[in-house]
């Protein structure tokens, strides 16, 4: 079912991320890691469809998106970076990502975070965040987001990782089993990893390497 949404505010996040709060539907229910299908009631995009996952907590009264956007692709999200207060867009019912095995470590590049920034903040509510820990790969420091948000849910188990640059307070290096090796002693616990396709592949081949299950690598892209 397709449901007609008004947006409340949309926030920079950084350069290109930026969160959107949309009023919610009567009745209309998630749970944290659900992605929807989203689109645009304007000309030129009416055949276009993007999914997005909500970030914000199942029980919020109002919904909440992160998205990137791609002035390049000439497509919903070039447009969602001009969405204002008042703007109708069009969400799908919700339906399923990530699937939980238990606490783990959550990896991600880019906005492949999304689903996890839904679930870590639905496990601080319920006080079960101890022994996860969130790796997000973001190219460059313009490029990360909620950097402040995760370190203070995680601490010392909060890992940003720049892959071009050296910046103080992040790591610096490519997704690989050399990475991975240096920075994760257990491999024998759940691993959670979204992001673009290459990235995913790149860290599930990298997990497989240092002994991980493979029933314990949630892959989504
Ligand atoms: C289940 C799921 C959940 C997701 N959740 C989120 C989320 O929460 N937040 C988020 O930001 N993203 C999320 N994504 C990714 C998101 O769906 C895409 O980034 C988004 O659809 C891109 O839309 P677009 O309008 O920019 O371009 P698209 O609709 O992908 O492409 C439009 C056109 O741009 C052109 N194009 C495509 N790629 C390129 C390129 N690299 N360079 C130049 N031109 C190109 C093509 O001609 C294409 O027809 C999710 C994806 C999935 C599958």
């Known amino acids: 079912m397709e449901h007609a949404v008004h947006l409340k505010n949309s926030e920079a996040l950084n ?8 009023d919610r539907p009567a009745g209309y229910a998630f749970t944290a890691g659900q992605a929807i299908d989203f689109k645009l009631p304007r000309p030129g995009l009416e055949e276009k469809v993007s999914a997005f996952t909500f970030t914000g907590l199942a029980t919020d009264p109002h919904l909440e998106l992160t998205i990137k956007c791609y002035p390049e692709h000439h ?3 070039e447009q969602v970076a001009s969405l204002k207060a008042g703007d109708t867009v069009l969400i799908s019912d919700p ?8 606490p ?5 590049g880019g906005t492949g975070v999304t689903p996890f920034i839904a679930v870590l903040r639905q496990l601080q509510v319920e006080k079960k965040l101890a022994g996860n820990a969130l790796f997000h790969f973001n190219r460059t420091k313009a490029d990360a987001f909620l950097v402040n948000e995760f370190s203070a849910m995680l601490g010392r188990d909060f890992h940003g990782v720049l892959s071009q640059e050296d910046a103080p307070g992040f790591l610096h290096g490519a997704v690989n089993a050399d990475f991975l090796r240096t920075h994760i002693r257990d491999f024998q616990q759940p ?4 992001g673009p396709e290459g990235f995913v ?9 240092l002994g991980a299950d493979a029933e314990l690598i949630d892959v989504q892209f």
């Open 15 to 22: 350069h290109n991320v930026v969160r959107l709060t949309l």
């Open 75 to 77: 497509g919903i999200t």
């Open 95 to 102: 339906f399923d990502t990530v699937a939980l095995k238990g």
């Open 104 to 108: 783990g470590v959550f990896i991600a």
């Open 191 to 194: 691993f959670y990893t979204c």
């Open 201 to 209: 592949l790149a860290v599930k081949n990298a997990l497989l390497e």
